[in-house]
């Protein structure tokens, strides 16, 4: 496979509003906005899943503030402040409307986007996400208690295995090489603690599932069937709420499916795009 450097990239920040916030944009084509879910980053996406991407998109990602060089988070946010976070890059970048994809968390943040400016999104693709409201759930309680185990511990490695093992599949996590990747990446660009417990009120107090039969651009939900962190019953849910809306079961994937199944999900993202303005 082809390396980044055969694309243009840059990595800067830039200012949205009160804050600033990292981002790059890589690729050619129409733009398409990644947004990362929670304790993730821009780096978490992997190359074998942005690869395919820059061959058909401007890509933009970006890290959410508190995380990475963009704004230090001072107090609690919400993912409707976080999705206007999103509009403002797009506007500080000059784009009048993309194509939008936001997984787990930025799942929750990209239906915020899509409600409150459904102008700036062509079309929206939900990953392993949530919607709250009736017939939703989040992690089982003792995935919660393991990771909160695992997090209290002090022991990093023990926390970072933990983090891994409960957002792939079973086959996934035994796979050395895979692990020693997410490693890498996890070790460089670790996420403070308090910006992730802030993230993760912002998830339990989402709740978009009365807004989401306002939504009219196309729209694409993934889900993994092994997904640990949000069982894959939300990703159902959110396609019968949202009319139109297609619905790609991943069998045997876990949380980011994207890891496991990287070609699939670019094919199934740009098959989507066509569908948009």
Same mark, same amino acid.
């Given at each position: 496979m082809g390396g980044v450097d055969e694309y243009d990239q840059a990595v800067s920040v830039i200012g949205v509003g009160e804050i600033e916030l990292e981002y790059e944009r890589s690729g050619a084509g129409p733009p398409l906005l990644l947004i990362q879910g929670m304790s993730g980053t821009m780096w978490?996406?992997?190359?074998?899943?942005?690869e395919p991407l820059r061959r058909e998109f401007e890509v933009i990602v970006y890290n959410h503030r508190g995380v990475g060089a963009s704004s230090?988070? !001072?107090?609690?946010v919400t993912t409707a402040q976080m999705a206007e976070d999103g509009a403002g890059l797009l506007a500080a970048l000059d784009i009048a409307s993309a194509h939008v994809?936001?997984?787990?968390?930025?799942?929750?943040?990209? %239906?915020e986007l899509a409600l409150g400016h459904p102008e700036l999104v062509n079309t929206l693709t939900l990953g392993c996400t949530y919607c709250g409201g009736e017939g939703s759930s989040l992690a089982a309680p003792e995935v919660v208690q393991r990771l909160g185990q695992a997090m209290l511990s002090g022991?990093? !490695?023990l926390a970072?295995?933990?983090?891994?093992?409960?957002n792939v599949s079973a086959k996934m996590a035994a796979d050395t090489d895979a692990y020693a990747q997410f490693l890498e990446v996890a070790q460089e660009h670790a996420v403070a603690i308090p910006v992730v417990m802030a993230q993760m009120q912002a998830c339990a107090a989402h709740d978009t599932s009365g807004r989401?039969? %306002?939504l009219a651009m196309p729209t694409l939900v993934m889900h993994g069937t092994e997904d640990q962190m949000i069982p894959v019953q939300n990703g159902r849910l959110i396609a019968s709420l949202i009319a139109g809306s297609e619905l790609e079961i991943f069998e045997g994937a876990g949380h980011v499916f994207f890891w496991e199944e990287p070609e699939r999900s670019a094919d199934l993202l740009q098959a989507h795009a066509s569908l948009g303005v």
């Open positions: 978490h996406w992997g190359e074998p899943f942005l230090v988070l !001072e107090g609690g994809l936001g997984i787990s968390m930025g799942g929750m943040v990209a %239906q022991n990093r !490695e970072l295995r933990a983090a891994w093992e409960v989401l039969a %306002q």
